[in-house]
């Protein structure tokens, strides 16, 4: 699949975000959201995806941060009930190094080494073949209940990994 996490080069390291990190991550949201969705002219302002920070990557989520030189590079919460990835985000400018890449393998091998899933809007055809590429199949279609926007069922299980 992909380089771990702790085998890219320069070093990237990976903590538990913490309510310290509630703007970068809203900032760095914000950006990689309107960079994976450009047909959306009028994105929703800051205050939008802190309150939604603020409700979304609390517990029973779990929220991690991918860091190098204390500059933020990306994210992804989790959900360990549920073996259920709700965001994975890499900043636009670091975007096709492998971060995302690692991330996913990092769930994978240490946070749901027996599968899970994700939903990804039927838009976002980059985000699409990216999982597809990391071995996840796509399922049912259904609509986001917080947007109405329609969403895939992606799974990734064990033997495709």
Do not use: K
Not at 109 to 121: E, I, Y
């Amino acid at each position: 699949m992909n380089l771990r996490l702790q085998n890219l080069s320069p070093p990237v390291y990976q903590r538990q975000a913490t309510s310290r990190d509630e703007f970068a991550l809203a900032r760095l949201w914000r950006r990689a959201w309107s960079s994976a969705n450009p047909a959306v002219r009028v994105v929703a302002p800051l205050t939008h995806w802190q309150e939604r920070v603020r409700a979304e990557f609390g517990p029973p989520c779990v929220t991690l941060i991918l860091e190098r030189d204390q500059s933020l590079l990306g994210f992804m919460v989790l959900d360990p009930a549920r073996n259920y990835l709700h965001q994975l985000f890499v900043a636009p400018q670091v975007q096709s190094q492998g971060l995302g890449g690692a991330l996913v393998l990092e769930i994978c091998l240490s946070h749901f080494p027996d599968g899970w899933t994700l939903h990804v809007a039927t838009s976002n055809q980059r985000a699409r073949q990216f999982y597809a590429r990391c071995g996840l199949v796509e399922e049912e279609v259904d609509l986001n209940p917080q947007t109405g926007r329609e969403r895939v069922l992606c799974r990734w299980t064990p033997r495709e990994c």
